[in-house]
């Protein structure tokens, strides 16, 4: 045994080679416990795997990956974020948020926002010039599991007013990333000269949303459990495309025992505006995912996969920077990964229910919590209008 070395403290800010040696190197930068020895120039560690994969998917309940992947051949999805009876409540105190977002302007918050201001909807942000908004305008609604659209603002207004009318996209996201022919040219802290009287923004629902409820339910999300930030990986599931904005979905990735499977996949679902459900849990292999890229995310940061969990796969925000990059247009700004805009919006008020009956022994909504509506009230049963599971009835949640 003998203390982390001295490469180890010159990388110890982001997990490198797996979530083994990132609490490898958290260790060594104390100096404070021994660890394992730093391993000979030459061996290789033993690839990544998960014991008994199988034996978990059996316990687990049926992936919803097959009905995802046919609704999204058949082009049956055109939706926003919002569901019929949203409302923006005046009497719900927003300081919070807006506090936040000053942050950010200032510059004294330049990191990624899982975790922060909770109980505020967080959003992804694309901004492009107004020749290309329509196309990805209809690009985001049909591909509504990983584009669930928030906000779109006027040619050169840079304020959602909508979710923020107090914001300003050009200063209020911790880090940008900046675009030029469909690759990464640089990330920047403020975008204002960039933008002109064009620019058109986007503001897409996240998944960072509800990882406060499923931390409040004790199924705290692995990444905020370890302080870093979501793993997110490219699939091979083709977008919807429309125009030149094409590429593959990117899922983001949380890991639960099988039993816990179910409730994670009910309460995630309750946000179709932030990603909803996930849409696969089992084979990162059945995503054209590498059991050993679980280690090396393609963005975020790799966290611990504990014996007797299975990876849960959503999809996620950073989809439309896949299709950014196909499409190479001279100029797209996006938020960089895990560094979101906050919103004054409420999680509560995008939050929806299920309510047709019938369906409490489908794998995505066992041990769902009858809210008992009554005629109505706003539980009460609407039209179908979201594909988070075969398709069900919603209606907001009951108002303390």
């Known amino acids: 045994m003998s203390y982390a070395c001295i490469s180890d403290l010159a990388h110890a800010d982001r997990p490198k080679g797996g979530a083994g040696a990132f609490w490898r190197r958290k260790a060594g930068r104390r100096l404070t416990a021994p660890v394992e020895e730093c391993p000979s120039p030459g061996i290789e560690e033993e690839p990544f795997k998960i014991v008994g994969l199988q034996d978990l998917v059996n316990q687990a309940p049926p992936s919803p990956l097959e009905h995802y992947i046919e609704a999204t051949r058949e082009g049956r ?144 999300p692995r990444q905020i459990e370890q302080g870093t930030n979501v793993p997110m990986f490219r699939t091979n599931l083709p977008n919807t495309s429309v125009g030149p904005f094409k590429g593959t979905n990117v899922v983001s990735m949380r890991p639960y025992i099988p039993e816990n499977i179910a409730a994670v996949a009910e309460i995630t679902a309750g946000y179709p505006g932030a990603h909803g459900g996930p849409i696969h849990w089992g084979d990162p292999a059945d995503l054209g995912i590498s059991m050993e890229s679980l280690e090396k995310p393609d963005w975020g940061d790799a966290v611990e996969v504990r014996q007797g969990e299975l990876p849960v796969f959503w999809a996620c925000g950073v989809t439309p920077q896949s299709a950014i990059q196909d499409a190479k247009l001279p100029l797209v700004v996006t938020h960089a990964p895990g560094h979101m805009f906050i919103c004054d919006v409420q999680d509560q008020e995008l939050k929806v229910v299920v309510s047709r009956p019938g369906l409490a022994e489908h794998p995505l909504l066992k041990n769902q919590r009858d809210p008992s509506p009554t005629p109505g009230s706003r539980n009460a049963s609407r039209s179908p209008s979201h594909e988070d599971t075969p398709e069900f009835s919603i209606g907001p949640p009951e108002q303390a």
Request: include cysteine; aromatic fraction near 12%; glycine fraction near 6%.
């Open 77 to 220: 999805q055109l939706r926003t974020g919002y569901s019929a009876l949203y409302q923006f409540l005046p009497e719900v105190d927003r300081s919070a948020a807006s506090e936040f977002r000053q942050l950010c302007r200032s510059e004294q918050h330049v990191s990624q926002t899982s975790g922060f201001a909770p109980g505020f909807v967080q959003a992804n942000f694309v901004a492009l010039a107004k020749e290309y908004a329509f196309d990805f305008l209809s690009f985001v609604l049909r591909n509504p599991k990983a584009c669930p659209l928030l906000a779109v603002t006027d040619p050169g207004d840079p304020c959602p007013s909508n979710v923020a009318r107090d914001a300003d996209l050009r200063t209020d996201i911790p880090k940008y990333r900046v675009y030029r022919h469909g690759e990464v040219a640089e990330e920047l802290t403020n975008i204002t000269a960039l933008w002109d009287n064009g620019m058109v923004g986007f503001l897409l629902g996240c998944s960072f949303s509800w990882e406060h409820v499923l931390k409040e339910e004790g199924l705290c």
